[in-house]
């Protein structure tokens, strides 16, 4: 038996399998695989760092560090500044439809949402390898300027910045992660409601300080709003002690941005797959909300320069609130899928299930939708499982890196992010295309198929990724009682 042992090192060398101490002890001349531990493995709670008056101990940091608590508050802003101002495109594009750009075709109106999230995915490498180097400051306050910048001079002409949100789109889920690797879905899944309440928050601001006084004056405040908490989250965020730095290397170098390794990952690649999908789809609904409401008769269409519209009969309820409705409920989705994901312990499984009850939803429930209740509904629902989809990206990378690849982590979100980007640019644009031929039934039915096929791949990703697990389980299994024998 113990002259079996060399083979069965070979053998699952040779299958691109790594255990947790192969890949501890040389990540780069070893087979790649998904092992059996996590982010939570990586972390040394023993740093005197974490512990009180500079003891080592075995307690995580995120139940005694302060600092682990306004890296929380930090993350929160920053993704509040982030997919919360994205998601609240929608109020400026009803702005740019009805006044600032009436001209303007469909299509072309998508694309300046599009690039909006273009610009924020595209970057996500950079971001998060800069991240990865501990570059948390500098990045913090870089984006701070830029998003303050880039919505200040938004009241100087009708286009919308990207850039400063890029540099805290990874921020704040990849901190969260490192700092409550003993919680790390729920502190994600509580960073990611700042994308709701921006979400709430923001197009109610817009639709205020617009009507109060006028798009350039009531945009600037906007700004001044936007700045100051993008400012607080810059000071409060800083990289977690317990993790070690990697440095930056070469910036002309490709592999200093892009880590080739972690395509090795076959549930990795169905993930990146499924984000490519989903960001062809699903901001495509939010974006044209009001539109469809309006549209369809299900509210009064509420113009913020002008007054209010006149469609009798609708009870005077805004087709305004039903973008605010679905950004809300998103909120309890992002809590209550960071508390499934760590009770199932896979973050995977759970927003595969929530894209496909999503996508058939959007399939069935968006062309039917005929009254204001049930429009109010399905904006309840929708946000719920969209809130959930789109708060375990980051979850879903850290529960796919193995613990060996824990410095790697920003980077691998990042990419992840980056795949997205196209898609994104795109997704609106077709939407809008779709839109003008076919009528709004063709977003909905849009974003339902784009949904499902996202589910597919995630759900392909939990599976891959739990076979592999279970084949490394057999294999240490087999190791140890070849010791034994």
């Not at 076959?266 to 495509?284: E, K, Q, R, T």
Request: charged share 10%.
């Amino acid at each position: 038996m113990r002259d079996s042992l060399p083979a069965l090192k070979n053998l699952q060398r040779t299958n691109g399998e790594l255990s947790d101490f192969q890949a501890s002890s040389n990540r780069q001349d070893s087979a790649w695989t998904l092992g059996n531990a996590t982010l939570r493995d990586s972390v040394d709670y023993s740093s005197p760092e974490t512990q009180p008056g500079g003891k080592a101990g075995s307690t995580p940091p995120s139940q005694r560090s302060w600092r682990a608590y306004m890296v929380l508050l930090s993350g929160f802003l920053m993704m509040m500044n982030c997919w919360g101002l994205i998601l609240s495109f929608g109020a400026f594009l009803g702005l740019y439809d009805k006044h600032l750009l009436r001209q303007t075709p469909d299509l072309a109106l998508g694309l300046i949402g599009g690039t909006q999230a273009f610009l924020v995915l595209a970057l996500s490498p950079i971001i998060g390898r800069l991240l990865d180097a501990q570059h948390h400051y500098w990045v913090g306050s870089i984006g701070f300027l830029l998003t303050f910048v880039g919505y200040f001079g938004l009241s100087f002409t009708s286009k919308d910045a990207g850039v400063g949100e890029a540099c805290v789109s990874t921020y704040g889920s990849q901190n969260a992660a490192q700092w409550f690797p003993d919680q790390m879905f729920v502190a994600i899944g509580i960073t990611s409601t700042g994308v709701s309440v921006g979400g709430l928050v923001y197009p109610l601001a817009v639709k205020y300080l617009v009507g109060r006084f006028s798009f350039p004056v009531g945009v600037r405040i906007f700004s001044g709003i936007v700045g100051a908490t993008a400012f607080i989250a810059a000071v409060s965020g800083s990289p977690s002690p317990n993790v070690k730095k990697r440095s930056l290397g070469p910036v002309s170098k490709a592999s200093t941005w892009i880590d080739k390794q972690a395509f090795k990952s076959v549930a990795y690649n169905w993930y990146c797959a499924s984000i490519f999908v989903l960001f062809l789809g699903y901001y495509a609904l939010p974006f044209y909300m009001t539109l469809w409401a309006a549209n369809k008769r299900l509210g009064i269409e509420e113009d913020i320069q002008g007054g209010n519209g006149e469609l009798p009969g609708n009870g005077g309820f805004r087709s305004f609130w039903f973008l605010s409705i679905m950004n809300a409920c998103g909120l309890f989705g992002r809590i209550g899928s960071g508390y499934i994901a760590t009770k199932l312990s896979s973050p995977l499984l759970t927003t595969a299930l929530s894209s496909l009850a999503a996508g058939i939803v959007c399939l069935i429930w968006w062309a039917l939708t005929i009254s204001t209740p049930s429009a109010i509904a399905f904006c309840a629902i929708y946000g719920i499982l969209g809130g959930s989809i789109m708060g375990l990206p980051a979850s879903c990378v850290a529960s796919i890196i193995p613990a060996a690849s824990a410095t790697y982590l920003g980077q691998w979100t990042g990419m992840m992010f980056a795949i997205g980007a196209v898609p994104a640019l795109v997704g609106p644009m077709i939407a809008g295309a779709l839109l003008r031929k076919w009528g709004e039934n063709s977003v909905g039915f849009w974003t339902g198929g784009t949904l499902v096929v996202a589910g597919i791949c995630q759900a392909m990703a939990w599976w891959v990724l739990r076979r592999e697990q279970e084949r490394e389980r057999w294999v240490e299994k087999r190791l140890e009682r070849s010791e034994v024998a």
